[in-house]
């Protein structure tokens, strides 16, 4: 690493440049992952890695600098360096730090995990006594950190998130996929562990464990997918570090001292091994005495800048390449967007259409019909104030997430509270335009409800279109022409002009 103090000291000056929770509706609907959020745009899919962390399948409540860019920029490397292994669902989109573009291939399903050393969760399994470990029976007599003769393939279901993956044998994963692409997965992902272990020891890292995802096409040919070999999917450390250290351990643990290997790293720390992964905040959220269940604690100042250190730190080593601080003037949010923008997979603003009622389809289609003229992206969404107040709340809460200006067009027939509601909780403007046509309720929202009332549906689209004027300069030379052809119309019918 070049300057520990340099990065950082940028690190520290880079706390709030961060990308969260965050939604981009243009794109659609979302499925949000532990740490990504994943867009499937036409024949894409679009993975936004956010700076979120999950440890022990739960989000700590901090941001860490930089990290999404770090894990695109290790895969794009190990996918680069793996790629005569098996293809990659990569798309030739250099996009955004924090945004990878990948095509869309049907998932297996499967966390196809693979282990070099008895580490982690399968360590502490070990201690407490357990010998069997998907299907694989693990020897006596080991010792935390020991390397195994081979590598383990050690598969697990791939959980939704706020869920947790569950442990599979080869025949779950066959009786889930078929015995041909079953026996194909784990091949594969033991032939990617160790071309990763084979880059890695090149650097003077160990490459401890990892986990892959793969997808198949049409044709059930297979790719890689997602992310590989990163810091949040695989474990490394300093290969001089554990040659040092592991045999210091086994000599303390047979003179019978300490019960486990944990017990003897609690009295001598000094032997821990360091983790280039984030097993740095697992460890953390151990210390301060976290068990699933309870909330998760919040990581101070100093360890979230260690922990972005040690992720830049890792891309650095596994690449060999320096990591370069972005200089954008932009917020992270807002630079994607504008990135985004800029390669043609986004407008850069989109209307969301809400009805009380799915009657009101015919008039939604109207309006998403002059929209489409304008080339403004939208969504339909059904969400009846009076009936489902919760679902509304939800809605408008999610639709605040969004890092592009949205307008919300509410469409109600009787007594319209659903523009009152949505104007009442929307970050974003809000237009009522009556299904049943003039509709004096719209115009009768209590105080501090905002919105305004256009009855026509061209009408409402053109008012969307002067608010995204700003945002995609197609639009104010749409509006523009539409303002010179209205006079060129207006003069043509003028005999005497």
């Given at each position: 690493?070049?300057?520990?103090?340099?990065?950082?000291?940028?690190?520290?000056?880079?706390?709030h440049?961060?990308?969260?929770?965050?939604?981009?509706?243009?794109?659609?609907?979302?499925?949000?992952?532990?740490?990504r959020?994943?867009?499937?745009?036409?024949?894409?899919?679009?993975?936004?890695?956010?700076?979120?962390?999950?440890?022990?399948?739960?989000?700590?409540?901090n941001?860490?600098?930089?990290?999404?860019?770090?894990?695109n920029?290790?895969?794009?490397?190990?996918?680069?360096?793996?790629?005569?292994?098996?293809?990659?669902?990569?798309?030739g989109?250099?996009v955004d730090?924090?945004?990878?573009?990948?095509?869309?291939?049907?998932?297996?399903g499967?966390?196809?995990?693979?282990?070099?050393?008895?580490?982690?969760?399968?360590?502490?399994?070990?201690?407490?006594?357990?010998?069997?470990?998907?299907?694989?029976?693990?020897?006596?007599?080991?010792?935390?950190?020991?390397?195994?003769k081979?590598?383990?393939?050690?598969?697990?279901?791939?959980?939704?998130?706020?869920?947790?993956?569950?442990?599979?044998?080869?025949?779950?994963?066959?009786?889930?996929?078929?015995?041909?692409?079953?026996?194909?997965?784990?091949?594969?992902?033991?032939?990617?562990?160790?071309?990763?272990?084979?880059?890695?020891?090149?650097?003077?890292?160990?490459?401890?464990?990892?986990?892959?995802?793969?997808?198949?096409?049409?044709?059930?040919?297979?790719?890689?997918?997602?992310?590989?070999?990163?810091p949040?999917?695989?474990r490394?450390?300093?290969?001089?570090?554990?040659?040092?250290?592991?045999?210091?351990?086994?000599?303390?643990?047979?003179?019978?001292?300490?019960?486990?290997?944990?017990?003897?790293?609690?009295?001598?720390?000094?032997?821990?091994?360091?983790?280039?992964?984030?097993?740095?905040?697992?460890?953390?959220?151990?210390?301060?005495?976290?068990?699933?269940?309870?909330?998760?604690?919040?990581?101070?100042?100093?360890?979230?800048?260690?922990?972005?250190?040690?992720?830049?730190?890792?891309?650095?080593?596994?690449?060999?390449?320096?990591?370069?601080f972005?200089r954008s003037?932009?917020?992270?949010?807002?630079?994607?967007?504008?990135?985004?923008?800029?390669?043609?997979?986004?407008?850069?603003?989109?209307?969301?259409?809400?009805?009380?009622?799915?009657?009101?389809?015919?008039?939604?289609?109207?309006?998403?019909?002059?929209?489409?003229?304008?080339?403004?992206?939208?969504?339909?969404?059904?969400?009846?104030?009076?009936?489902?107040?919760?679902?509304?709340?939800?809605?408008?809460?999610?639709?605040?997430?969004?890092?592009?200006?949205?307008?919300?067009?509410?469409?109600?027939?009787?007594?319209?509270?659903?523009?009152?509601?949505a104007?009442?909780?929307?970050?974003?403007?809000v237009?009522?335009?009556?299904?049943?046509?003039?509709?004096?309720?719209?115009?009768k929202?209590?105080?501090?409800?905002?919105?305004?009332?256009?009855?026509?549906?061209?009408?409402?689209?053109?008012?969307?279109?002067?608010?995204?004027?700003?945002?995609?300069?197609?639009?104010?030379?749409?509006?523009?022409?539409?303002?010179?052809?209205?006079?060129?119309?207006?003069?043509?019918?003028?005999?005497?002009?």
């Amino acid at each position: 690493m070049s300057n520990e103090v340099e990065y950082k000291k940028k690190i520290l000056e880079s706390l709030h440049a961060t990308l969260g929770e965050c939604v981009i509706p243009e794109l659609g609907k979302v499925k949000k992952g532990k740490v990504r959020d994943i867009y499937f745009s036409g024949d894409n899919v679009i993975m936004v890695a956010s700076d979120r962390v999950s440890a022990f399948d739960y989000m700590i409540p901090n941001l860490i600098p930089y990290k999404g860019e770090v894990l695109n920029k290790i895969a794009k490397y190990a996918f680069e360096n793996t790629k005569d292994i098996i293809p990659n669902a990569l798309v030739g989109h250099d996009v955004d730090p924090n945004v990878v573009v990948q095509r869309k291939l049907k998932n297996c399903g499967i966390e196809c995990i693979v282990r070099g050393y008895l580490w982690g969760s399968m360590a502490a399994a070990y201690e407490k006594g357990d010998r069997v470990f998907c299907g694989l029976n693990v020897e006596d007599g080991l010792y935390r950190f020991h390397k195994f003769k081979e590598p383990l393939f050690t598969p697990t279901t791939k959980a939704e998130q706020g869920a947790h993956d569950e442990n599979m044998t080869m025949d779950e994963v066959i009786a889930l996929v078929g015995e041909s692409l079953g026996k194909q997965l784990k091949e594969t992902a033991i032939k990617l562990y160790q071309r990763g272990a084979e880059l890695a020891a090149a650097r003077g890292l160990m490459f401890i464990d990892t986990k892959y995802e793969f997808g198949t096409d049409d044709n059930g040919k297979l790719y890689v997918i997602d992310e590989i070999n990163t810091p949040d999917s695989s474990r490394l450390c300093d290969i001089s570090e554990w040659t040092e250290k592991v045999p210091k351990i086994e000599a303390e643990m047979k003179a019978g001292s300490y019960k486990n290997v944990m017990e003897l790293l609690a009295k001598k720390p000094e032997l821990k091994i360091k983790e280039y992964s984030k097993q740095y905040v697992r460890d953390l959220l151990l210390e301060q005495g976290f068990k699933p269940g309870k909330a998760v604690p919040k990581l101070t100042e100093e360890q979230v800048v260690e922990s972005a250190y040690r992720y830049i730190s890792v891309y650095e080593r596994v690449t060999g390449q320096k990591f370069e601080f972005s200089r954008s003037v932009l917020p992270t949010p807002q630079r994607m967007m504008a990135n985004l923008q800029r390669c043609g997979l986004a407008r850069g603003c989109c209307a969301v259409l809400m009805a009380d009622s799915d009657s009101d389809m015919p008039h939604l289609e109207k309006i998403q019909s002059t929209l489409n003229k304008w080339g403004v992206p939208s969504h339909v969404r059904i969400c009846s104030a009076h009936d489902q107040p919760t679902k509304l709340t939800a809605t408008l809460q999610y639709y605040n997430q969004s890092i592009q200006p949205l307008v919300i067009v509410a469409c109600a027939r009787g007594t319209d509270a659903l523009s009152g509601a949505a104007s009442c909780h929307s970050l974003f403007p809000v237009v009522s335009c009556p299904a049943d046509g003039w509709n004096e309720s719209c115009l009768k929202n209590p105080s501090g409800c905002s919105n305004a009332v256009i009855l026509r549906p061209e009408n409402v689209s053109k008012f969307v279109c002067q608010a995204f004027s700003h945002v995609n300069p197609m639009y104010r030379e749409m509006l523009l022409a539409s303002f010179q052809e209205k006079v060129h119309k207006l003069n043509a019918a003028d005999k005497y002009h």
